[in-house]
T-cell receptor, first 114, second 114 residues
Framework: DAGVIQSPRHEVTEMGQEVTLRCKPISGHNSLFWYRQTMMRGLELLIY????????DSGMPEDRFSAKMPNASFSTLKIQPSEPRDSAVYFC????????????FGPGTRLTVL | GNSVTQMEGPVTLSEEAFLTINCTYT??????LFWYVQYPGEGLQLLLKATKADDKGSNKGFEATYRKETTSFHLEKGSVQVSDSAVYFC?????????????FGSGTRLLVRP
């Protein structure tokens, strides 16, 4: 099992540019989560999907952020336009969607917006 | 709403010392409880879990007992090692619209000195 796969691992971009982060969940998992981690705000849940349907996007900070899950094996988180305050590590996680099942985290994407 | 409160860090210990990291929760119903660990530069990974009252989760010498009467899930280890230096997150499962997400605490950084 390859685990949760995220790409790219590192992204450096300039303010105003569009950024797309990608995630491939573990096969057979039907829940997918996007988190953001910063020193100031800690770990924040941005959005999560169940069976490819967005369930709760209340953590998405602004309209500049959007997420999609077109199929069970792929999700994207897009920031357009990006701002320096978006600099953070973005994690994707997946689970089987049951209460006592663990979430498996990817290695994260470190985003730096200059 | 449901929430998790952890002791603030950092916690600094000498090798072979006893570790306790406090975690308390507020929840309706009977959530499952988790401890996750994040090593430097990595994503979170499950350390242990407990699914009902009085359950004890254990792994790698760490233990935590689900205490419903005190709404606590404190993490303990009898003898820490330098390699245990990491950030530890307490979490509970939360059922929203027939799907589960995790509510994380703010994390506690542990530094073990040789």
């Amino acid at each position: 099992d390859a685990g949760v796969i995220q790409s790219p691992r590192h992204e450096v971009t300039e303010m105003g540019q569009e950024v797309t982060l990608r995630c491939k969940p573990i096969s057979g998992h039907n829940s997918l989560f996007w988190y953001r981690q910063t020193m100031m705000r800690g770990l924040e849940l941005l959005i999560y999907f169940n069976n490819n349907v967005p369930i709760d996007d209340s953590g998405m900070p602004e309209d500049r952020f959007s997420a999609k899950m077109p199929n069970a094996s792929f999700s994207t988180l897009k920031i357009q336009p990006s701002e320096p305050r978006d600099s953070a590590v973005y994690f994707c996680a997946s689970s089987r969607g049951q209460g006592n099942n663990e979430q498996f985290f990817g290695p994260g994407t470190r985003l730096t917006v200059l | 709403g449901n929430s998790v409160t952890q002791m603030e860090g950092p916690v600094t210990l000498s090798e072979e010392a006893f570790l306790t990291i406090n975690c308390t929760y507020t929840a309706t119903g009977y959530p499952s409880l988790f401890w996750y660990v994040q090593y430097p530069g990595e994503g979170l990974q499950l350390l242990l879990k407990a699914t009902k009252a009085d359950d004890k989760g254990s792994n790698k010498g760490f233990e935590a007992t689900y205490r419903k009467e005190t709404t606590s899930f404190h993490l303990e280890k009898g003898s820490v090692q330098v390699s245990d230096s990491a950030v530890y997150f307490c979490a509970l499962s939360d059922l929203v619209d027939s799907s589960y997400k995790l509510i994380f605490g703010s994390g506690t950084r542990l530094l073990v000195r040789p």
